[in-house]
C-alpha cells in the first residue's frame, strides 16, 4: 500500500534516516482489528503518536490490529488538566 505524500514527508522529518524505511513499511503493512487496511487517518495518527521513535511506533501499529480507537486518541488528543482534549484533525493531510 502508497502512504499518502503528507504521511511520507512527516515520516522522513520525524524518523531517522536508518528508521524511515522501516517505519514506512510497518505502516503500510498496518491493519485493524478486522484485517482491512488501516485508514490514512490511522496511519496518521499511529506515526504522529510515535514522536520519531521506532518502538513506538510498532507498538501502534500493533495497537490498531487490537483496538483502533486507542491510536486515535494518542495522535488526535491531548491531555489538559486531567482531561483528553481533541486537538487535532488527522482525517486530513498532515501540515507540522
Known amino acids: 500500500m ?11 522529518s520525524t524518523f531517522s534516516p536508518e528508521d524511515w524505511q522501516a517505519a514506512s ?5 498496518a491493519r ?5 487496511v488501516a485508514s490514512d487517518r490511522l ?4 506515526a504522529f503518536a510515535a514522536r520519531g521513535d521506532l518502538a513506538r511506533l510498532q507498538r501502534y501499529v500493533s495497537m490498531l490490529a487490537v483496538d483502533w480507537r486507542d491510536v486515535v486518541v494518542a ?4 491531555r489538559r488538566d486531567g482531561v483528553a482534549v481533541w486537538v ?4 486530513v ?3 507540522y
Open 43 to 46: 496511519l496518521r495518527c499511529a
Open 88 to 91: 487535532r484533525d488527522l482525517t
Open 2 to 12: 502508497a502512504l499518502p505524500v503528507d504521511l511520507q514527508d512527516f515520516l522522513g
Open 32 to 36: 485493524i482489528e478486522d484485517g482491512t
Open 93 to 95: 493531510p498532515m501540515r
Open 25 to 29: 513499511a510497518l505502516l503500510a503493512s
Open 75 to 78: 495522535g488526535e488528543y491531548e
